[in-house]
């Protein structure tokens, strides 16, 4: 097999993909990843994060991004801006060697670890999609500002919606978060810094019938999950955090997945095809964390480094 | 059960028990943090942490968990220095509060984590335990700049074997790294940069018999696996690094272990007795790594939380 260029491949360069990229350089694997968006992922639509490991006060996501790229530098890791289409085995006769069709060509190697992550869940309800970019959008730190002295929703209670709510305030004059329970998700500390927050009102036990306007948000129809009363408010804004949505499509097929598309993995970050590894948010899990995401990454590439040992030239 | 002072009780302060730390404090969880020796665990014996994700270039130990640790400040979090002896379930009518207790007293809690770590073994033979601090030593970072221009042999072939060995070239005149097997076992990386110094050199196929010396260390002498043939070789300090030994002594008989005392945990960080988790180097798993602690933390305090949810008053 030594005409197989790659002893790995990675397929997106959030925080799992680039720790893979670090462990699998330092293995001195010959590694290369790959990824469609910018490097970074899904948290570089976070503005800052504060519960990792090693930065007291938090840090900006550009720069945790930044410095774990710099890691890579000096290690031979290469890194292509490019989407992994499709992962699929070359031929019978070649069973061990994996092919990531690309735009720009294929490319061969001997593991795949994915590292795709996720993507924010839609409400599917009329007006959200022919109004994303017009008062509906997934990224509060990208489209906060455009919002100044502005009403805004956000939908969700989860950590991700109270982080969101709490920085949307910076430029909202109003910040209402709709949630369908009666109780907030998001981790104690959050809630209260919202809840002292006098931007920040809370309409719970509600979800989300549509969202109004024709060519900008004008308002949200919202419905009372106990009463079932129809009520509508006005906002200009609509940030929609209500989970997250696996980023493995491209795969279908290849590996086992669970029924929301999440990839299921063992202990050792194997999913169902022998040499084809996975991390981060795109897998099946409990905790869904910067700090998990990274040790994930590091423990695929040590588990393709050893598969790659006993399944050598 | 209002007169319960604590939510949960971390013992150990290494890297998993500083995260589990601070997300028991972001979830607003009253939580104290019990060290028998220095915050920082077993990694303050390495002088520098190289593929902690964020870090280019690498960041003394004691930096990243000064960093840590000053995560916890402003969270509530205590942190008492003193040893855990026993832990042990209350009383059979009160079967969810847990007792921790020490030489300053007795501590109750809701929930514990054990995050205690792991020591390095000891090799068994004859002058070894006489000759520790006279020569013998498990920690480079510590004790390195004793045998300046001096000849040391270095015991293992694993990743914290050989990153010794490439420390402490820094003070001695020659290292010799003796290994049993005929290959380390050393990330690629560091295999190459032993190799690549002139003060290294390999002793391979070959087990330590005895430490030889009265009141210093003055050699080993040494077996060969294959051959058997016996020999010695001449040096003034020997620094082992034979693999971990994870310091759970204390939990006998409370939560189950594998044969070498590792805790025995699932998915989701539970061990064997409901309300106490373990995450880090003391528990059976796969990668034992800085990164992988800080992950386990995080989700040994995700379950404690959502476990206290559940068991509330």
Redesign the interface.
């Known amino acids: 097999m030594g005409n197989v260029p790659y002893d790995v491949i990675i397929v997106g360069a959030g925080?799992a993909g680039?720790?893979a990229g670090?462990?699998a350089?330092?293995?001195?694997l010959k590694t290369l990843v790959v990824e469609k968006m910018m490097v970074g992922g899904q948290i570089m639509l976070s503005s800052t994060i504060?519960?990792?490991?090693?930065?007291?006060g938090g840090?900006p996501t550009q720069d945790?991004i930044d410095?774990?790229k710099?890691?890579l530098?000096g290690?031979g890791v290469e890194i292509k801006n490019v989407e992994a289409a499709s992962v699929a085995s070359v031929a019978a006769s070649r069973p061990r060697v994996y092919r990531v069709s690309t735009p720009e060509g294929d490319f061969e190697s001997r593991s795949i670890i994915v590292s795709t992550g996720a993507h924010w869940k839609r409400l599917g309800v009329p007006g959200e999609e022919k109004l994303i970019g017009r008062g509906v959008s997934f990224c509060g730190t990208c489209d906060g500002p455009l919002f100044r002295n502005k009403e805004v929703c956000v939908i969700g209670g989860g950590d991700k919606a109270i982080e969101e709510a709490i920085f949307l305030t910076k430029y909202a004059s109003k910040v209402m978060v709709i949630h369908r329970r009666n109780s907030l998700r998001a981790?104690?500390?959050?809630q209260?810094q919202a809840k002292a927050n006098p931007k920040i009102s809370f309409i719970l036990d509600s979800v989300v019938e549509a969202v109004i306007g024709e060519n900008r948000v004008e308002g949200l129809k919202l419905r009372h999950v106990h009463t079932n009363l129809a009520s509508a408010v006005s906002c200009q804004g609509v940030f929609i955090f209500i989970g997250i949505q696996p980023s493995t499509e491209f795969l279908a097929a290849v590996v086992k997945m669970d029924e929301a598309g999440f990839i299921i993995i063992d202990?050792?970050k194997k999913t169902s095809m022998p040499g084809i590894f996975a991390c981060g948010d795109c897998t099946e899990?409990?905790?869904y964390?910067v700090?998990?995401a990274?040790?994930?990454g590091?423990?695929a590439a040590?588990?393709a480094h050893n598969y790659l040992l006993h399944n050598g030239t």
């Open positions: 925080p680039l720790t670090l462990y350089g330092r293995y001195r504060e519960n990792f490991p090693g930065f007291p840090i945790l410095r774990m710099q890691q530098d290690l981790t104690e500390i959050l209260e202990t050792e899990k409990h905790l964390q700090i998990t990274c040790a994930e590091a423990e040590h588990s």
